[in-house]
């Protein structure tokens, strides 16, 4: 059975593996209350899905670490997965860098009625859901599973406080009090143009389906300055409504000189990024952060701005501190179009434990794509889908700092280039680090045109194999083996004119397909 390369939003996965002809295992997730403990056979279930036999996945590189949902005696008391609405839905992505790849997510402890999506290709794949929720605090116990049964716990403690929500509404005209009864109708209903105001410090803000214009301060060039003690950190779309927000006047930015940890940003349609300032952004994290996740959000349309040398990006977290945990997960970016100058996806600098996973990209043009600019350690890309000009980017540059960068991997990754000169993969992008770089792994990932660059060599070779590279034939000089370790699987490489590997979409085809599905590529197969 074959299981779904690239989870995608707005996309049924059944309907993706038509092309395999292979049979889609549906998985339900497990309900448990409280007091329930998992079920070991379960870690090796009728259908044979999980784990899956060797040589079809890659052994961990590095351990299993848990970026998103930190510990409550980490985590400030306004940070979202702290606390539920009585009458909204509980959903809560689940990070976890490193380990062996696909996992398997379990409920260990829950209040009655929660799920979670268990198994790849599973629907909510790891994002644990609680639809009815009784009043008072709960704790959750959630376990992570990885191919060769490592296991990592992660335990929080979720309260019920309808007090800690505001929500807005377009076109609510009644009483504006905030409450899901009787919401705000704009944004500046609770921003007040003013970034001081506190009328709704460090609320949960919730927005309902509808269309909204992002507004801010006058005393700040017009944009919106979000921060841990009066604007809210956390920014999230009502449940299976999908509220649009035009920002062609307006970025959200952290403020300087202050902290703005446990940010929050998920299921909104950001659109139209602001265009008149000198480099665009949906969002800059311009003051020391930690615990950044932006889940389920879709970033449409920006440009370069007026100079578009800086770092246009939709969100560019930069080198003011270092930072730990930040989670960049299943969101959809299209006419991201930044060109040929140093634009991308996301920008981070200065970051470890670092997940960049299940991703989209379409009809975009830009320089780097997810730009792991100067992260420092602990840094994993994976089972992204980017069909679009813009790739992944591992910097290795000054702007990680003065440790030499180490333990990062990009894997199980499709990237078909559609853009001139765009790199499907720029490993080592900067040789500010030549010969100090550690731990780099690349594997189990599909590149389909143009170049695949891994540049410069670090203190030992690159690990990479079990890899489709399909390349034009004059970038076949930028796969340099001589700096590479293919230790465990070798990798299929090809030129686009006498490709017989893979399809227009990155799948083995022929006897390629019979030999390699789910051991070479970002296809996620079990024979059994």
């Not at 049979?23 to 007091?35: K, P, Q, Y």
């Not at 509808?210 to 604007?231: F, H, M, P, R």
Request: net charge negative; glycine share 8%.
């Amino acid at each position: 059975m074959t299981l779904n390369p690239i989870i995608q939003k707005n996309i049924l996965f059944t309907a993706f593996f038509l092309p395999l002809l292979f049979v889609i295992a549906l998985f339900t997730s497990c309900d448990s209350d409280e007091s329930n403990s998992p079920d070991s056979d379960t870690l090796n279930d009728s259908e044979g899905v999980f784990p899956l036999p060797s040589g079809y996945f890659i052994p961990a590189k590095m351990p299993m670490h848990v970026v998103y949902p930190r510990p409550d005696s980490e985590t400030q008391t306004h940070a979202r997965h702290r606390w539920m609405h009585s009458k909204m839905t509980y959903e809560i992505p689940i990070g976890v860098q490193g380990g062996a790849w696909p996992f398997k997510y379990e409920i260990i402890t829950a209040p009655d009625g929660a799920s979670i999506g268990q198994l790849y290709g599973s629907q909510d794949y790891g994002v644990l859901k609680i639809q009815t929720i009784a009043s008072g605090s709960h704790n959750i116990v959630i376990r992570v599973t990885d191919q060769e049964m490592n296991t990592v716990d992660i335990s929080w403690t979720a309260t019920v406080d309808d007090s800690k929500f505001t929500f807005i509404q377009e076109g609510y005209t009644g009483t504006k009090v905030g409450t899901i009864d009787q919401p705000l109708g704009t944004w500046n209903d609770w921003y007040k143009n003013d970034a001081d105001d506190t009328s709704y410090a460090n609320q949960i803000l919730v927005f309902r389906g509808g269309n909204y214009t992002l507004t801010g301060d006058a005393s700040q060039n017009g944009n919106v300055e979000i921060n841990s003690g009066t604007k809210t950190p956390s920014i999230i779309a009502y449940p299976d409504e999908i509220p649009i927000i035009d920002c062609n006047t307006a970025k959200i930015f952290t403020r300087n000189g202050t902290s703005a940890n446990d940010i929050f940003i998920s299921g909104i349609q950001w659109e139209n990024a602001r265009t008149d300032l000198a480099n665009s952004h949906f969002f800059w994290a311009t003051s020391e952060t930690n615990r950044i996740t932006f889940w389920n959000n879709t970033f449409d349309t920006i440009e370069p701005g007026t100079a578009g040398n800086d770092n246009p990006s939709c969100v560019f977290i930069p080198a003011t501190a270092n930072k730990q945990y930040v989670l960049y997960k299943h969101n959809t970016h299209k006419n991201i179009n930044t060109g040929g100058a140093n634009g991308s996806y996301i920008d981070i600098y200065k970051a470890s434990y670092v997940l960049v996973e299940e991703n989209t990209a379409t009809d975009s043009d830009n320089g780097y794509g997810l730009w792991m600019k100067g992260t420092i350690a602990y840094v994993s890309v994976r089972a992204n889908d980017i069909n679009s000009g813009g790739g992944i980017t591992v910097g290795y540059g000054i702007e990680a700092g003065t440790t030499p960068p180490h333990d990062h991997e990009i894997c199980w990754n499709r990237v078909i280039q559609n853009s001139t000169n765009r790199n499907t993969l720029l490993f080592a992008g900067s040789n500010f680090y030549i010969g100090k770089t550690f731990n780099s792994f690349i594997y189990r990932n599909t590149f389909v045109n143009n170049a695949t660059w891994v540049r410069f060599r670090g203190n030992e070779d690159f690990e990479v194999y079990g890899n489709v590279v399909v390349m034009n034939a004059n970038s076949l000089s930028k796969w340099d083996t001589s700096i590479m370790d293919e230790n465990i699987e070798g990798n299929l490489t090809a030129t686009t004119d006498s490709n017989e590997i893979t399809d227009s979409e990155g799948l083995l085809i022929d006897a390629s397909k019979t030999e390699y599905l789910g051991k070479r590529g970002f296809e996620v197969f079990d024979p059994r």
